[in-house]
């Protein structure tokens, strides 16, 4: 059982940064593939970024491709992911997951196993 746990939301100026973070609670963390999903209110949850447990692979959404980085250190068992530029668009709730494997190109919620509560991001205009 992997447990979740996001930090680093807020309330952020268009234009400005925000860094999430993801523990796990366990050491077998370093062999899922983890990912960030967002959800916005009225919406469906969708996909951001995703992370090959050797960081050699990485794959994000058009939508936020060259301004979110998403980085993982294995060693402390944390996932990350550096939000820059940040619009009112993205808006969300911001979920951590983790899929139960070591490979998959997977942008589907519902093939992720392990979920973090979620952490607020809010971007004013």
């Known amino acids: 059982q992997v447990q979740l746990v996001e930090s680093g939301g807020g309330l952020v100026q268009a234009g400005g940064s925000l860094r999430l973070s993801c523990a796990a609670s366990?050491?077998?963390?370093?062999?899922?593939?983890m990912a960030w999903f967002r959800q916005a209110p009225g919406k469906e949850r969708a996909f951001v970024a995703r992370?090959?447990?050797?960081?050699?692979?990485?794959y994000y959404a058009e939508s936020v491709k060259g301004r979110f980085t998403i980085s993982r250190d294995n060693a402390n068992n944390t996932v990350y992911l550096q939000m820059n530029s940040l619009k009112p668009e993205d808006t969300a709730v911001y979920y951590c997951?983790?899929?139960?494997?070591?490979?998959?190109?997977?942008?589907?919620?519902?093939?992720?196993?392990?979920w973090g509560q979620g952490t607020q991001v809010t971007v004013s205009s």
């Open positions: 992370i090959t447990w050797s960081s050699r692979s990485t």
């Open positions: 997951a983790a899929f139960a494997g070591w490979i998959t190109r997977s942008t589907v919620p519902n093939e992720y196993t392990y």
């Open positions: 366990v050491r077998t963390f370093s062999k899922n593939v």
